[in-house]
């Protein structure tokens, strides 16, 4: 392996009350700000909402999709440009806020305001087609399609509608009619289709909605995901060394946890499904940088009996420093570039596993050893840790 750093000899538990006043700032401002403060961004995986993923025929900015959907009240929706050209979106929208009648269930509310937001990002031109009566071929699903074709294509209307909605899934617009022959559709049903249908402004390449009662019950099997992977390295851990590894891979797990959902909240950043897989990655990266670092601790305990605990532990991180600095550098390099560069929608997931990799490596070295050590004075003073 490449050294980095030939014998080094930093005092890194001689700053340990430093780090855990600063991890211990961070984590209680953090509660504060998730407490009584702005809390923690839910997206709709545990809030209930509507999610679309749209392409427009014509380039469209973000601000002009906002500036259509605020006369809606829906305004506060999370916009994301999926890729370059300003014509694939994607609209996260949790709230409804709407004149009149309000739906009797919430579920049912959801699924509204995505035809709003449809109806709402749609050129008045096709408002003006659908008042003659005639069918998006850009909205329609396969069903009404079918039903569409039938009178003068009854036998062949399942087919046919099946080939059209399959271009569109490929191409995720259809832009004109001269498209449906290289399918292979006969002239006499391209007349057909333009007698009875157009091409919309846009078209809705996926549309989700994720109820409020199935929110709650994410989020619930979220926290209890954290949980049972936090018990299952205690667990693990308690039996591969000693209860004091344990306890302390664990109170180490949970400090990076709570300094992320710290960050979280003060960055003001969506927490859904995708982030709570980054964290526990990010669990499972800082335990194995722990479990490495007490592993050497084990091994000095037994070489250099006569030291105290304190320096033994200070000469096992030192021993592990290149490893660490290596293993957690190129990682942090090649993290770096896919939130810099991997675009909006892998941004958040990105920058989850941004800071757990500077969190993770901060505390296998701060946090995790000061902890054992601890353990070590308060309850077993008089006996030799192995």
Same mark, same amino acid.
């Given at each position: 392996?490449?050294?980095?750093?030939? !014998?080094?000899?930093?005092?890194?538990?001689?700053?340990?009350?430093? +780090?855990?006043?600063?991890?211990?700032?961070?984590?209680?401002?953090?509660?504060?700000?998730?407490?009584?403060?702005?809390?923690?961004?839910?997206?709709? %995986?545990? @809030?209930?909402?509507?999610?679309?993923?749209?392409?427009?025929?014509?380039?469209?900015?973000?601000?002009?999709?906002?500036?259509?959907? @605020?006369?809606?009240?829906?305004?506060? $929706?999370?916009?994301?440009?999926?890729? /370059?050209?300003?014509?694939?979106?994607?609209?996260?929208?949790?709230?409804?806020?709407?004149?009149?009648? !309000?739906?009797?269930?919430?579920?049912? +509310?959801?699924?509204?305001? =995505?035809?709003?937001?449809?109806?709402?990002?749609?050129?008045?031109?096709?408002?003006?087609?659908?008042?003659?009566?005639?069918?998006?071929? *850009?909205?329609?699903?396969?069903?009404?399609?079918?039903?569409?074709?039938?009178?003068?294509?009854?036998?062949?209307?399942?087919?046919?509608? /099946? /080939?059209?909605? %399959?271009?569109?899934? &490929?191409?995720?617009?259809? &832009?004109?009619?001269?498209?449906?022959?290289?399918?292979?559709?006969?002239?006499?049903?391209?007349?057909?289709?333009? &007698?009875?249908? #157009?091409?919309?402004?846009?078209?809705?390449?996926?549309?989700?909605?994720?109820?409020?009662? +199935?929110?709650?019950?994410?989020? /619930?099997?979220?926290?209890?995901?954290?949980?049972?992977?936090?018990?299952?390295?205690?667990?693990?851990?308690?039996?591969?060394?000693?209860?004091?590894?344990?306890? $302390?891979?664990?109170? @180490?797990?949970?400090?990076?946890?709570?300094?992320?959902?710290?960050?979280?909240? #003060?960055?003001?950043? &969506?927490?859904?499904?995708?982030?709570?897989?980054?964290?526990?990655?990010?669990?499972?990266?800082?335990?194995?940088?722990?479990?490495?670092? #007490? %592993?050497?601790?084990?091994? *000095?305990?037994?070489?250099?009996?006569?030291?105290?605990?304190?320096?033994?532990?200070?000469?096992?991180? *030192?021993? *592990?420093?290149?490893?660490?600095?290596?293993?957690?550098?190129? @990682?942090?390099?090649?993290?770096?570039?896919?939130?810099?560069? =991997?675009?909006?929608?892998?941004? %958040?997931?990105?920058?989850?596993?941004?800071?757990?990799?500077?969190?993770?490596?901060?505390? $296998?070295?701060?946090?995790?050893?000061?902890?054992?050590?601890?353990?070590?004075?308060?309850?077993?003073?008089?006996?030799?840790?192995?």
């Amino acid at each position: 392996m490449i050294i980095l750093f030939k !014998q080094p000899k930093i005092k890194f538990l001689k700053y340990k009350y430093f +780090a855990f006043t600063l991890s211990g700032i961070i984590i209680l401002a953090g509660l504060l700000n998730m407490t009584i403060g702005k809390g923690l961004k839910f997206g709709i %995986d545990f @809030t209930g909402g509507t999610f679309l993923r749209l392409k427009f025929r014509d380039p469209i900015t973000t601000d002009e999709i906002r500036a259509r959907l @605020t006369p809606e009240g829906l305004g506060n $929706s999370i916009i994301q440009e999926i890729e /370059k050209g300003q014509r694939e979106y994607q609209i996260r929208t949790a709230g409804l806020i709407r004149r009149g009648e !309000q739906p009797t269930e919430e579920i049912e +509310a959801h699924v509204i305001i =995505g035809n709003m937001v449809v109806e709402a990002l749609r050129k008045p031109e096709d408002s003006l087609q659908v008042e003659k009566g005639l069918k998006d071929l *850009n909205i329609i699903d396969h069903k009404e399609l079918a039903n569409l074709l039938s009178p003068a294509f009854s036998d062949e209307a399942q087919e046919l509608a /099946k /080939k059209i909605i %399959d271009l569109r899934d &490929e191409k995720g617009i259809i &832009e004109s009619f001269d498209e449906l022959r290289n399918i292979g559709l006969k002239e006499e049903t391209i007349s057909y289709l333009q &007698e009875k249908s #157009f091409l919309g402004s846009l078209s809705v390449l996926s549309r989700e909605t994720v109820g409020p009662q +199935a929110g709650k019950e994410l989020r /619930k099997k979220a926290i209890l995901a954290t949980a049972w992977a936090l018990i299952g390295m205690l667990i693990y851990i308690a039996l591969r060394f000693k209860l004091a590894y344990g306890v $302390s891979g664990v109170l @180490t797990l949970a400090h990076d946890v709570l300094v992320t959902l710290s960050i979280y909240s #003060f960055t003001n950043r &969506e927490i859904n499904l995708p982030i709570i897989a980054a964290i526990l990655t990010l669990v499972g990266y800082s335990i194995n940088d722990t479990i490495v670092v #007490f %592993d050497r601790v084990r091994e *000095n305990l037994k070489i250099l009996r006569k030291l105290p605990l304190e320096e033994i532990m200070n000469v096992s991180i *030192n021993q *592990n420093l290149s490893r660490t600095v290596l293993t957690s550098g190129t @990682t942090f390099i090649a993290l770096l570039f896919l939130f810099l560069f =991997g675009g909006k929608v892998i941004n %958040d997931f990105a920058f989850t596993l941004l800071i757990g990799i500077v969190i993770g490596t901060y505390s $296998s070295i701060y946090q995790s050893c000061p902890i054992v050590l601890y353990w070590q004075k308060i309850f077993q003073p008089k006996r030799k840790l192995k």
